[in-house]
């Protein structure tokens, strides 16, 4: 199956999941996960019509960007763990980052997007399986008040949303308690209609569960392996 295939496949199972769920398939973004993919595995996804692609690692989509600099109306989000060390380049060579986790982290991507002359699209990444070896932060913990009450100090970013990762299980099922503790967060916090902060985006569901993501509401799935197969490594 070539990528083309593979995106209209998932597309395809995306909208009979939304059908299911009465919601309009046209409300879910699909995400193409290029981590480890080389460049010209992105550029064939793009020749696709595929335009939304997530990085994982700064430096590997740092040593890739050049290649893809004329993909130029494609948006690149940085969706994996960000170290605030690096948040001078994430703003830098990313349109979006989807992985907030600290009022530290976004202080520096504010004065990183300041220094480009860029605003910058944050998603806060919640941590909701309470996983250690996981980042983000926990739906009751503190420092989530602290990133939502500082939002309007952080004029060149715009949260739009949470993203999460839940624990992994072998059935998509196991996925479907943390996606709906992401929606009825969202929608807690959507009721309190805090300055600065916009919630129109939850990023959940990957390959094996995006149709259960989905079905609980999930407005952005993150698909790599079945796009593109397993990852290329070495």
């Not at 879910?28 to 994982?56: D, S």
């Not at 380049?89 to 349109?95: S, V």
């Given at each position: 199956?070539?990528?083309?295939?593979?995106?209209?496949?998932?597309?395809?199972?995306?909208?009979?999941?939304?059908?299911?769920?009465?919601?309009?398939?046209?409300?879910?973004?699909?995400?193409?996960?290029?981590?480890?993919?080389?460049?010209?595995?992105?550029?064939?996804?793009?020749?696709?019509?595929?335009?939304?692609?997530?990085?994982?690692?700064?430096?590997?989509?740092?040593?890739?960007?050049?290649?893809?600099?004329?993909?130029?109306?494609?948006?690149?989000h940085m969706i994996g763990h960000l170290q605030?060390?690096?948040?001078?380049?994430?703003?830098?060579?990313?349109?979006?980052?989807?992985?907030?986790d600290s009022a530290k982290l976004a202080e520096?991507?504010?004065?990183?997007?300041?220094?480009?002359?860029?605003?910058?699209?944050?998603?806060?990444?919640?941590?909701?399986?309470?996983?250690?070896?996981?980042?983000?932060?926990?739906?009751?913990?503190?420092?989530?008040?602290?990133?939502?009450?500082?939002?309007?100090?952080?004029?060149?970013?715009?949260?739009?949303?949470?993203?999460?990762?839940?624990?992994?299980?072998?059935?998509?099922?196991?996925?479907?308690?943390?996606?709906?503790?992401?929606?009825?967060?969202?929608?807690?916090?959507?009721?309190?209609?805090?300055?600065?902060?916009?919630?129109?985006?939850?990023?959940?569901?990957?390959?094996?569960?995006?149709?259960?993501?989905?079905?609980?509401?999930?407005?952005?799935?993150?698909?790599?392996?079945?796009?593109?197969?397993?990852?290329?490594?070495?």
């Open positions: 199956m070539t990528i083309a295939n593979n995106l209209a496949a998932i597309r395809e199972r995306m909208a009979r999941a939304a059908r299911r769920a009465g919601r309009d398939p046209e409300d879910i973004a699909l995400m193409a996960v290029t981590k480890t993919q080389p460049a010209g595995r992105i550029i064939e996804a793009y020749a696709a019509g595929h335009r939304l692609f997530g990085e994982n690692r700064v430096q590997e989509f740092a040593e890739k960007c050049g290649a893809l600099a004329e993909l130029r109306d494609a948006g690149f605030s060390n690096k948040a001078a380049k994430a703003a830098e060579i990313f349109h979006a980052v989807d992985s907030l520096r991507l504010n004065a990183a997007a300041e220094r480009a002359g860029k605003t910058l699209d944050v998603l806060i990444e919640i941590n909701s399986g309470g996983e250690a070896a996981k980042s983000g932060v926990a739906p009751d913990a503190a420092e989530l008040e602290k990133i939502l009450a500082a939002a309007p100090e952080w004029s060149q970013l715009r949260i739009r949303g949470l993203m999460t990762v839940p624990p992994f299980t072998d059935d998509p099922e196991g996925a479907r308690p943390y996606f709906r503790q992401l929606r009825e967060l969202r929608e807690r916090l959507a009721g309190r209609k805090l300055p600065s902060v916009s919630l129109g985006v939850l990023s959940m569901g990957m390959s094996h569960d995006f149709e259960v993501a989905i079905e609980e509401g999930s407005t952005c799935v993150r698909v790599g392996t079945a796009i593109f197969g397993e990852r290329v490594t070495g």
